[in-house]
């Protein structure tokens, strides 16, 4: 396996697309050094090689967010729009080489996607492809600023996936991994396994339970037909013998009411409206005539006063000579007479005769003290033939007014003949009522004994019908044969009968209402229901499996840490030794306390597992000591024989490491491109340095520089040619 070129494309600085070519030495997988300027964007070479093997972490990328790694633009360039990094493998040899690229794409709308020889491809599986190629995703294939010393100054557990994968275990931990996930995965699915069988459990019992009723159909049948025989021939017996009792006693009440003649109206009260009304057309005729006399007698008074003023003056006139009042006076005194005249007339077709009488005198003698008043005029000619004749015209209004008064009298006796007709019409009325209240009394009473009679019987018969409707709704065979019932019927009628008709009926329609498919539904319901216990079954075996596959992979694991372990210590020390020129250095397990059992007090066998390792090491002439203690000059040294070590235990098909030797000094500096030198016999190396020391053992050489768009460009150089 070697990796022969990387393309990157809209990655952080590289804008357009760039191709960086990995070619193959004479002597060896070759070593590539990529150099530049501090800012040219040589790192971001190593964080798209992170990046396209599904790097996560935005602090080991550099980035703050997802989107950062797409190239955002300069004052001259605009951003754009994706980043898209592909890495490209070649395997095999000769005539039968083949390419294998995996790619990641992220678009500024978010998406993002994978790619492994140009199909969509997941994060899981770009992460098993390296592992099976034995590239280390995140522990030492990239190697960048500071990861190593990183290592170093980590915590035993920290380092743990470091080493695992310089053990070559983490195959072996990702198929662990898928397989905890189907274990998670069965696991689930046996939940779901379990809830639906829990679901359909119930149905199928339900189910199974209708079965059992639709086979007791027949049985419950049979039992109904004779109940209700019973029942209905009872129920219609009792209410026969009810309906014929009432229309006994109804035919009874009808013949008593007939002998006593209540049924016949009082003719007397049927008379008594035409008298009473023509008593009062009687009435009303004296009323009308005695008006008109009033009216007559009042008019015959007004000319009497007339008269007797004319004589009045004419007596004054004879007596004396005429000397007047004041004319005011004179007039005030006539307005006020002749008002008292109006009010007079007005009132007179209403008065008595005696009340207008009264008033007439007063009025007269109010027009005589005014003539007495006046001077008497002197005697003139004539006057005693005027006198005469308005005396003799006096004389004959009184006459016509007595015959009037008298007529008025005869009227008003009239009417209180009528009135007295009247009161002894009504009280004859009176009594005739009194007497028809009487009867009328008696003949409701027997109405309503009729009436209650009537509805009883009409209840009867609504019972009947109702208990028709009932028979022909409920059991229509009843109908025809319920007379030959009820005369087979018992008197006694047992009070629970209704409550286990209901209940029988009740059954037979549950029975009724399964429709024809139930037994179908429930083959098929236990049909599920097995094949869900028989799911289960195998789910069950699944995850013993699984978990007996976790337990064989644990083992493997542990047996190749174990050795890989042996082998990588010793390693380390030798390449320790070189790189210092002496000295020592060792990886140490660290394992956690065995557990105690809470019962015995004594520790258990096995219960102690790994955590991680330490690092021990120290240069010649000093004490062994933890790497957290040395110079970081020592520090760099013990890293990279380290590195050694696991590049000669555990070898990667490529390296590539990010400026690891900046805090190297020159003799040391050399010293470390000698031995990538030698490593890159056997590894491919991709160094990313500013060091000339480490250049010089390159093959090929990228130079780095950035652009005025703020853009990264290259330019290859081989050394060897």
Known sequence: MHLTRLEIHGFKTFAQKTVFPFLYAKNGCGFTAIVGPNGSGKSNAADALRWVMGEQSPRLLRTKSSEDVIFAGSASRARSGFAEVRLVFEQGEGDHREELSIARRYDR??????????????????????????????????????????????????????????F???????????????????????????????????????????????????TWE???????????????KLLGRE???????????????????????????????????????????????????????ATLREARSKQETELAVARVQRERPWSPLPLSKIIERLVHLEREMSLLQASAPSLEGRELSARLRVFTEALRTLLSELERPAPEQGVHQ?????????????????????????????????????????????AQDQARVARERERFALEQKRSDLRVQLARIEERRANLLTEITERSPW??????????????????????????????????????????AEYDVAQA??????????????????????????????????????????????????????????????????????????????????????????????????????????ERALVSIALLCAIMQTNPSPFVVLDEVDAALDEANARRFGEVLARLSKQTQVVVITHNRATMVHADTVYGVSMTHEGVSSILSLRLEQ
């Open 109 to 166: 709308d978010g998406q993002s996607s994978y790619e492994i020889n140009n199909e969509p491809a997941r994060l899981t599986d770009i992460s098993l492809l390296l592992a099976n190629m034995g590239i280390a995703q995140r522990a030492y294939t990239v190697i960048g600023q500071g990861m190593v010393d990183h290592v170093l100054s980590a915590t035993p557990h920290e380092r743990k996936l470091f080493f695992d994968e310089a």
């Open 168 to 218: 070559g275990v983490r195959p072996f931990f990702l198929r662990r991994e898928q397989a905890v996930r189907r274990l998670d995965e069965a696991a689930r699915h046996l939940e779901q396994a379990r809830a639906v069988m829990a679901e359909l459990e119930p149905r199928v019992a339900s189910l199974q339970k209708q079965i059992d009723r639709l086979n007791q159909r027949e």
């Open 222 to 236: 049979r039992e109904l037909r004779e109940l209700e025989e019973r029942w209905y021939g009872a129920q219609w």
């Open 243 to 297: 309906a014929a009792r009432l229309e006994s006693e109804q035919r009874a009440l009808q013949a008593t009411q007939q002998e006593s003649g209540l049924q016949q109206e009082d003719e007397a009260s049927v008379e008594a409206t035409p008298v009473t009304a023509s008593l009062q057309q009687d009435e009303q005729e004296v009323k009308e005539r005695l008006r008109q006399v009033r009216e007559e007698l």
């Open 386 to 430: 005027e006198e005469a004749r308005v005396q003799a015209a006096i004389q004959t209004l009184m006459q016509q007014e007595e015959a009037l008064q008298h007529i008025m009298r005869e009227l008003e006796r009239s009417m209180e003949q009528v009135r007295t007709q009247e009161r002894q019409a009504y009280e004859a009325a009176r």
């Open 478 to 519: 009843v109908q025809e044969h319920l007379e030959a019932f009820a005369e087979r019927a018992s008197d006694a009628i047992d009070p629970a009968t209704p409550q286990r008709l209901h209940r029988l009926r009740s059954q037979l329609e549950w029975v009724g209402s399964i429709p024809p498919e139930t037994q």
């Open 528 to 633: 599920r229901f097995g094949e869900l216990q028989t799911q289960t079954h195998d789910i069950q075996k699944s995850i013993q499996d699984l978990q007996t596959l976790t337990q064989d992979l644990d083992a493997t694991i542990q047996g190749k840490r174990e050795t890989a372990f042996a082998a990588l210590n010793e390693a380390f020390q030798s390449a320790a030794q070189e790189i210092f020129g002496g000295g020592e250095a060792r990886l140490v397990e660290v394992r956690s306390e065995r557990e105690i059992d809470a019962e015995t007090g004594e520790y258990i066998e096995g219960s102690e597992h790994f955590e991680g390792i330490d690092i021990l090491a120290t240069p010649p002439g000093k004490r062994l000591k933890p790497v957290s203690l040395l110079s970081g000059g």
